[in-house]
């Protein structure tokens, strides 16, 4: 089935650890974004990329970093998580201005 | 900065009744607009896309309209169903980003 699949599902971290959260999409979408959804702050970008090779930062980067080798993957690094990141992160793709299809979410809790 | 609004946070409708959703963002400079529903600890799952060029967009018992020039659109749900309960959320696309409203959270009651 086609689709964006994210792992892990579910994670509890300590402070101070990294994390890297994974995003694969096989719809050959050029580009792809990552969220961060808060109860009552709604979704957030965090970073997104409109291609392979390039990423730009959303409206809440600091702490996070992303990469884009390839059309298909769209990794999310914490590098030193902090509890202000337990969050629910969400992956997206879509063609450059078009319809925007997600991943079922990666619920992160940091201790 | 885009700001999307969605009125009313929470609605709750008997079986069968017809119903508007409302979306308002202040910056008119759109690629496109789009709705979404997101059940309990899942994913958004996309209803409908409104490109800036077009007014509405039909899909089954759904109807999206587009004003870009007040800056609103709605989401229409005919012969609403409990099936429909969940949360609504449009999300306004303009350059390199895509900002969301809050929410409306639909209950509908059999």
């Known amino acids: 089935i086609a689709g964006i699949t994210q792992a892990p599902t579910s994670q509890i971290l300590a402070a101070g650890r990294r994390m890297t959260l994974r995003c694969t999409q096989d719809?050959?979408?050029?580009?792809m974004y990552w969220y961060r959804q808060d109860l009552g702050l709604g979704l957030r970008l965090i970073h997104y990329?409109?291609?392979?090779?390039?990423?730009g930062k959303g409206e809440v980067p600091d702490g996070y970093s992303v990469s884009r080798a390839n059309t298909d993957d769209f990794p999310l690094t914490l590098a030193s998580a902090v509890p202000s990141q337990t969050s629910v992160y969400f992956c997206?793709?879509?063609?450059?201005?078009?319809?925007?299809?997600f991943g079922e979410g990666s619920r992160l809790t940091v201790l | 900065k885009q700001e999307v609004t969605q009125i009313p946070a929470a609605l709750s409708v008997p079986e069968g009744e017809n119903l508007v959703l409302n979306c308002s963002f202040t910056?008119?400079?759109?690629?496109?607009l789009q709705w979404f529903r997101q059940d309990p600890g899942k994913g958004l799952t996309s209803l409908l896309l409104?490109?800036?060029?077009?007014r509405e967009q039909t899909s089954g018992r759904l109807n999206a309209s587009l004003d870009k020039s007040s800056g609103r659109s709605t989401l229409y749900i005919a012969a609403s169903q409990p099936g429909d309960s969940a949360t609504y959320l449009c999300?306004?696309?303009?350059?390199?980003?895509?900002?969301f409203g809050a929410g409306t959270r639909l209950t509908v009651k059999p």
């Open positions: 997206a793709s879509s063609f450059v201005g078009g319809e925007l299809f």
């Open positions: 719809m050959r979408h050029n580009a």
């Open positions: 990329s409109n291609t392979a090779g390039t990423t």
């Open positions: 910056d008119s400079a759109i690629y496109n």
């Open positions: 409104i490109q800036s060029s077009q």
């Open positions: 999300a306004v696309h303009n350059n390199n980003d895509m900002r």
